[in-house]
């Protein structure tokens, strides 16, 4: 997340990735999936809330609890744009 399409370290990471990924507007990366016989296509931030979402319901379901705050972590390295 916060890399460009075209960054060297994103082409590079593109070869071992098991999913297709295009160029979208303003040189943003777009995960192509097929999905119920449609080619859809999400931004890394999208995919990024549907995996915490899903995160959510599975702590929900665990604790029989409303979540309705959580902290979130990520390596000190990544920049603003990747947070």
Do not use: C
């Not at 979208?24 to 999936?33: A, R, S, T």
């Not at 999208?46 to 979130?72: C, H, P, R, W, Y």
């Amino acid at each position: 997340m916060g890399a460009k399409f075209s960054d060297a370290n994103t082409q590079s990471d593109i070869k071992s990735w098991p999913f297709k990924v295009e160029a979208g507007e303003n040189d943003k990366p777009m995960i192509v999936v097929q999905h119920q016989g449609k080619e859809k296509k999400f931004m890394p931030e999208q995919i990024s809330a549907i995996v915490l979402g899903q995160m959510k319901s599975i702590a929900e379901g665990f604790t029989d609890k409303s979540i309705k705050n959580a902290v979130i972590t990520v390596p000190a390295y990544f920049n603003d744009a990747q947070r």
